[in-house]
């Protein structure tokens, strides 16, 4: 079946360090992918998505590139800051299907 | 516009006792699904409703839990009688559309089982 595996936590960062959470997927079909996050106190928010090999999905400075041949969907960010304290739940949706696959989550923590 | 909502937020209870989690999804939204992450582990699927209908549920882990849709607006999810592992997250989440990027989750039923 499918499945997502990611870096356990925590991660702590210093302001303005790079940050990579690394995500590795299994999926018998072709899979989108997805990067959520979840801040304190409140829902899962999409973050970004690729749905095609090769494909880079970007937002808030964030960036994650689809890559089949390593099965890999990493997640990076140039220069965190203390806001982007959150946990991040990496994702896939399978061909066919509606349900999301979830990684078990990385927590980041980012001091000031 | 409102968001996904759910109720409670925490809920407390000891092994046995049966408890009911709510789930308003966005208005509009035809789809809902409920997902629930167990002691910090991955987020599992449970299920998902189109309109009141319950399209898929191989995610439901046993008979204990019941979930319903009645008149295809808001959800409930029944766990009767709770058991320890059961305790952890549940998210509920509604989209109009099939794909992932047009659902909206909300904040969680935090369950704790004693």
């Known amino acids: 079946g499918d499945s997502v595996t990611q870096m356990e936590g925590p991660v702590t960062l210093s302001e303005e360090a790079f940050l990579t959470i690394n995500c590795t997927y299994t999926?018998?079909?072709?899979?989108?992918l997805f990067w959520y996050v979840q801040y304190p106190g409140e829902g899962l928010q999409l973050l970004l998505k690729?749905?095609?090999?090769?494909d880079k999905g970007s937002n808030k400075g964030f960036e994650a590139t689809y890559r089949k041949e390593t099965t890999s969907f990493h997640l990076e960010k140039g220069s965190v800051q203390v806001s982007d304290s959150a946990v991040y739940f990496c994702?896939?949706?399978?061909?066919?299907?509606?349900?999301?696959?979830f990684g078990s989550g990385t927590r980041l923590q980012v001091q000031p | 516009e409102a968001g996904v909502t759910q109720f409670p937020s925490h809920s407390v209870i000891e092994k046995g006792q049966t408890v009911t989690l709510r789930c308003d999804p966005i208005?509009?939204?035809?789809?809902l699904y409920w997902y629930r992450r167990v002691m910090g582990k991955e987020i599992k699927f449970l299920l998902h409703?189109?309109?009141?209908?319950?399209?898929?549920e191989s995610g439901m882990p046993n008979n204990r839990f019941l979930a319903e849709r009645t008149g295809g607006t808001y959800s409930t999810l029944k766990v009767q009688p709770a058991e320890l592992e059961d305790s952890g997250v549940y998210f509920c989440?509604?989209?109009?559309?099939?794909?992932?990027?047009?659902?909206?989750f909300g904040p969680g039923t935090r369950l704790t089982v004693l």
């Open positions: 999926a018998t079909g072709y899979p989108s």
């Open positions: 994702a896939l949706m399978d061909t066919g299907r509606r349900a999301l696959t």
């Open positions: 208005s509009g939204h035809d789809n």
């Open positions: 409703f189109v309109k009141e209908s319950k399209q898929d």
């Open positions: 989440a509604s989209s109009q559309g099939p794909g992932a990027s047009s659902k909206f």
């Open positions: 690729a749905t095609k090999a090769d």
